[in-house]
């Protein structure tokens, strides 16, 4: 049997032998939690409100995470999981550049504006909501910046045992402080002054050891 899943007002497909989890409805309730998280908050957000703007049956939800915090904790991972691409621009200013001007794309977002600062503050009450989003950040951003400084330090341009755990902090923290805690503009200008200023510093920073 299969899974039961569209909306009532929805057509069924035909059954297709064995029961499986349909992944275009998979991907629905992934993009209604996201809405979900947006328009009410985690604390406000219910299986119920996932699946009514998912449009399909509870059990749908159900059947694939037993209560909201895995469906959370699930979907955000895989979001991360998916990374920020590598840049390879062939100086480490450029790859700097490139990652601070996609990093800060994505947090200017309106549903990530709404949705991140939720999540943390919901993090201080959860602790396995928070070593979740440790895990999924560190392991997103966090080989994305390995990976730039082992090309920079392959191409000579800083130490091969520089830390990337201290180039994730000089490239993430800013962002985040002006675009999720102040909620100031970030001009391209003062892209360009924040990626000089994180190239100098990884070119300063004592070695990791």
């Keep these: ?9 929805r057509p069924r497909r035909a059954p297709a032998g064995a029961a499986v989890l349909r ?3 998979t991907e629905s309730i992934r993009a209604a939690v996201f809405a979900e998280l ?13 699946a009514r703007r998912a ?7 159900y059947r694939r995470w037993r209560s909201k915090l895995p469906l959370v904790l699930d979907t955000v991972s895989d979001i991360a999981a998916a990374g920020l691409p590598v840049p390879d621009t062939g100086t ?8 601070l001007e996609v990093s800060a794309r994505a947090l200017r ?5 709404q949705i991140i600062p939720d999540l943390l503050a919901e993090a201080a009450r959860s602790p396995e909501l928070a070593a979740a989003l440790r895990t999924a950040l560190r392991d997103a951003q966090g080989g994305v910046a390995a990976a730039v400084i082992r090309q920079a330090a392959a191409r000579g341009e800083i130490p091969a045992a520089t830390d990337p755990g ?3 902090d000089l490239l993430a923290g800013p962002l985040y402080w002006h675009l999720a805690v102040m909620r100031d503009d970030l001009p391209r200008h003062r892209l360009d002054a924040l990626t000089t200023a994180v190239v100098a510093a990884l070119s300063a920073a004592p070695t990791a050891g």
Excluded: C, F, N, Q
Aim: charged content about 20%; glycine content about 12%.
């Design 55 to 61: 449009g399909v049956g509870k059990a749908a939800v």
């Design 109 to 113: 977002h309106p549903v990530a504006a």
């Design 92 to 99: 480490l200013h450029g790859d700097v550049r490139a990652m």
């Design 1 to 9: 049997m299969t899974d039961p899943e569209p909306h009532p007002s």
């Design 38 to 50: 947006a328009a009410v908050g985690y604390g406000r957000m219910s299986m119920e409100g996932i």
């Design 23 to 25: 992944e275009d409805v």
């Design 166 to 168: 201290l180039a994730l």
